[in-house]
């Protein structure tokens, strides 16, 4: 799981992110200690917004807000320390949460926001139609892990 946070806010985070054997917290009595990716994460902007860990690597998503693209990182523990694997890769507008689907070979995340600035992310609601359109609709999509692990 992962802690959202932008430094700039005065927050003086750039985030956290911490696993926990599922095992250990089935029919638990007493707490139960994150394991070895509970980390402040290196990324010097803050804005992660998933993370999910898989063979020995920490694959985290870094939103850039409604106007860019967001990034996906890659990172290997290293004598306790997160170290940086490869460049970031770019990936959907609002990149949030992730899931690797073991024995597939994915990661998988959704998008928030939709291309286009924030002022494009409204609801066409009115008194006709109060349900109304979302324009924000999330995206779900998947990486192939063998694709985003051979990017430089």
């Known amino acids: 799981m992962g802690e959202y946070c932008r430094p700039e806010s005065g927050y003086p ?6 696993s926990y054997p599922i095992a250990d917290l089935e029919g638990r009595s007493a707490d139960v ?7 402040y994460l290196p990324l010097t902007n803050g804005g992660a917004q998933g993370a999910a860990a898989y063979n020995g690597t920490l694959y985290v998503n870094e939103s850039k807000g409604t106007d860019e693209p967001g ?3 890659r990172y290997n523990w290293s004598n306790g320390q997160l170290v940086q694997n490869g460049q970031a890769v770019k990936t959907a507008r609002g990149a949030e949460d992730l899931y690797v689907e073991r024995g597939t070979g994915r990661l998988w995340s959704l998008s928030e926001h939709r291309p286009g600035s924030a002022s494009d992310c409204t609801s066409n609601r009115d ?3 109060p349900v109304g359109t979302d324009y924000c609709q999330r995206v779900l999509y998947g990486h192939k892990l063998s694709w985003i692990d051979g990017q430089p």
């Open 33 to 39: 200690a994150a394991e070895g990716w509970a980390n």
């Open 127 to 129: 008194a006709a139609d």
């Open 71 to 73: 990034n996906l990182w």
């Open 13 to 18: 985070s750039t985030g956290r992110i911490a």
